[in-house]
C-alpha cells in the first residue's frame, strides 16, 4: 500500500500565526511518531502515539506545540503563535508493533518544510 | 543522556570502492538501531533494522553490524555507484522507549 503522507509539503507562515501540519500513517501501523529536522538540532524527536495508550510528548519543546490523533489513524502536529526558530522540516514515521515490546521498523513520510517569517 | 555519532562526517569516493561507515552511542541500553538514508529534500529511507539481539543485518549490497556491548554500529557499502550518493543516519531508540535518537549523519558521494 502506499507509504506514510503529510501534507503541506511546504508552508509559510508569519511569526505569530498557528500552523496545521497532517501525517497520513501506513494503513494498519499503530504507532506514530513526528520529529523535526533543523539545521542547528538536527533530527530530533518530538512525541509519539501507539495505539490507545497517553502519547509520549517527551520531546515537545514548549507548550505551543501539540499533536493529536484521531481514531487511531490521521494526525495532526499543531505549533500555535510559531516563531522563527520554529523554522525546520517537520517528519512523520508509523511502524507496526510486531509482539509485546518488539519495535519494527520507522517508516518516514517525505516531511512538512515549514518556514515562518 | 543518549549521544549517537557518526563519522566520519562527509566522505567521497569514486565508484566501485566499498565502505564503511561509523555510528556510535553511549547507552548501551538500546532496543534495537536503524539505519537510514536521506536524499536532498526528501525524508528517511530505511535500510536495516537491527534488534538488539542480533549481530548484523543484510540487505543487497549492504551489511549493518552491531556490537551493543562497545556501543558501535557499522554500515558497509559494497561496490559503491553513484546512486548510493546520499546522507546516512544511524538511529537508536533506547530501552523501553520507542522514540529514535538520531546521529549527526554521514554525507557520502560516490562518483563516477
Known amino acids: 500500500g502506499a507509504g506514510v503522507s503529510q501534507s503541506p509539503s511546504n508552508k509559510v507562515t508569519e511569526k505569530g500565526k498557528d500552523v496545521e501540519l497532517r501525517c497520513d500513517p501506513i494503513?494498519?501501523?499503530?504507532?506514530l511518531y513526528w520529529y523535526r529536522q533543523s539545521l542547528g538540532q538536527g533530527l530530533e524527536f518530538l512525541i509519539y502515539f501507539q495505539g490507545n495508550s497517553a502519547p509520549d510528548k517527551s520531546g515537545l519543546p514548549s507548550d505551543r506545540f501539540s499533536a493529536e490523533r484521531t481514531g487511531g489513524s490521521v494526525s495532526t502536529l499543531t505549533i500555535q503563535r510559531t516563531q522563527q526558530e520554529d523554522s525546520a522540516v517537520y517528519l512523520c514515521?508509523?511502524?507496526?508493533?510486531?509482539?509485546?515490546?518488539?519495535?519494527?521498523?520507522?517508516?518516514f513520510g517525505p516531511g512538512t518544510r515549514l518556514t515562518v517569517l | 543522556k543518549q549521544e549517537v555519532t557518526q563519522i566520519p562526517a562527509a566522505l567521497s569516493v569514486p565508484e566501485g570502492e566499498n565502505l564503511v561507515l561509523n555510528c556510535s552511542f553511549t547507552?548501551?541500553?538500546?532496543?534495537?538501531l536503524q539505519w537510514f538514508r536521506q536524499d536532498p529534500g526528501k525524508g528517511l529511507t530505511s535500510l536495516l533494522l537491527?534488534?538488539?539481539?542480533?549481530r548484523e543485518q543484510t540487505s543487497g549490497r549492504l551489511n549493518a553490524s552491531l556490537d551493543k556491548s562497545s556501543g558501535r554500529s557499522t554500515l558497509y557499502i559494497a561496490a559503491s555507484q553513484p546512486g548510493d550518493s546520499a546522507t546516512y543516519l544511524c538511529a537508536v531508540s533506547p530501552d523501553n522507549t520507542d522514540k529514535l535518537i538520531f546521529g549527526t549523519g554521514t554525507r557520502l558521494q560516490v562518483f563516477p
Open positions: 514515521a508509523s511502524s507496526l508493533v510486531l509482539l509485546a515490546g518488539v519495535l519494527g521498523e520507522q517508516f
Open positions: 547507552d548501551s541500553a538500546i532496543y534495537n
Open positions: 537491527i534488534q538488539s539481539s542480533q
Open positions: 494503513s494498519g501501523h499503530t504507532a
